[in-house]
């Protein structure tokens, strides 16, 4: 079963070439097979910054995978390593190469796998292999049964690809799961000998920009409520402020009115205080008149009196 995507090629019988061509020098992988690494990594741009969500993944480079020595031969250390292609009959077979010179890691030089499935032309002609061209040596494939190997060998050249698709049309909105997945993608792969400093480079710098940005967007959430609770209180005291406003408003008016009636009362009783000193001087003329008079009674009697004397 072909994976989704890939259209039906003839298929062509898998044959173990470590049999076949025991004694014949196996041939570097080209074009259809896995080839290292030309150190064409223009596609992403590589950064020295890191960040802690970046170490925490093991973002940063790591060791190839140990592979475990066998009980019955010792642990020698390897001087080269490298996967090899072998094509016979349009198959061709993963082994593990290491120099004559030193004790062999592997139990022996047995295949990995054999690439007899017919996908693996396709997936090695896509144009991302051509821009950043992979050799990877699947050794942790060893764990797991041989009949599992080549497809999953199959699925991580595939996600390899995808892992460069996704990255070039990476998202600052991108959520952080979706760029701690890439992460622990991206180990998985190297693991397995996939070239991914470009990438991890690339997917380091971002991670460290999204924490930045999330950072940022979350200062701005704060001052958002911040500024709203803010507005809220600046409204609730304009409201109060226009109701002193209006009330004092009010008082200036009761207080025109209540000046307007103090004149009045000023100017009734300026009149009235008049009145007062025009009755007065009246009063005091009346006085003198009646001072006169009884003058002139007392004088009248008075002369009375002197003739009924005489």
């Not at 050794?139 to 050249?157: F, N, S």
């Amino acid at each position: 079963m072909l994976p989704p995507g890939f259209k039906s090629v003839s298929n062509r019988k898998g044959t173990n070439i470590h049999d076949a061509q025991l004694g014949e020098e196996p041939a570097v992988m080209t074009n259809n097979s896995l080839i290292e690494p030309n150190g064409n990594d223009d596609m992403c741009t590589d950064h020295a910054a890191t960040t802690k969500l970046a170490e925490n993944y093991n973002v940063m480079e790591t060791a190839i995978m140990s592979i475990d020595c066998p009980a019955q031969q010792p642990c020698g250390e390897v001087d080269e390593r490298s996967v090899l292609g072998l094509k016979n009959a349009g198959s061709t077979q993963c082994i593990i190469d290491s120099s004559p010179s030193s004790e062999s890691l592997l139990p022996s030089p047995q295949a990995l796998f054999v690439k007899s499935s017919p996908v693996w032309h396709i997936v090695e002609a896509m144009h991302v292999f051509k821009e950043l061209p992979q050799q990877p040596h699947f050794i942790p494939l060893q764990e797991v049964p041989p009949t599992l190997r080549e497809g999953m060998a199959l699925g991580m050249m595939v996600s390899f690809a995808d892992l460069v698709k996704v990255t070039m049309e990476a998202s600052i909105g991108n959520d952080m799961e979706w760029f701690e997945d890439k992460i622990r993608t991206i180990s998985h792969l190297e693991a397995n000998g996939f070239s991914v400093q470009s990438i991890q480079s690339a997917m380091t710098e971002m991670v460290k920009v999204k924490t930045e940005h999330t950072s940022y967007h979350c200062e701005i959430g704060k001052l958002s409520s911040k500024l709203v609770e803010n507005m809220a209180s600046s409204s609730r005291a304009g409201a109060l402020l226009d109701e002193k406003d209006e009330a004092a408003a009010r008082l200036e008016e009761e207080l025109v009115s209540i000046r307007q009636e103090s004149q009045k009362i000023a100017k009734e009783k300026e009149k009235i205080d008049a009145e007062v000193v025009s009755i007065k001087t009246a009063c005091s003329g009346y006085e003198d008149l009646c001072s006169g008079v009884e003058r002139k009674f007392k004088e009248v009697l008075a002369g009375l009196q002197r003739k009924r004397l005489t």
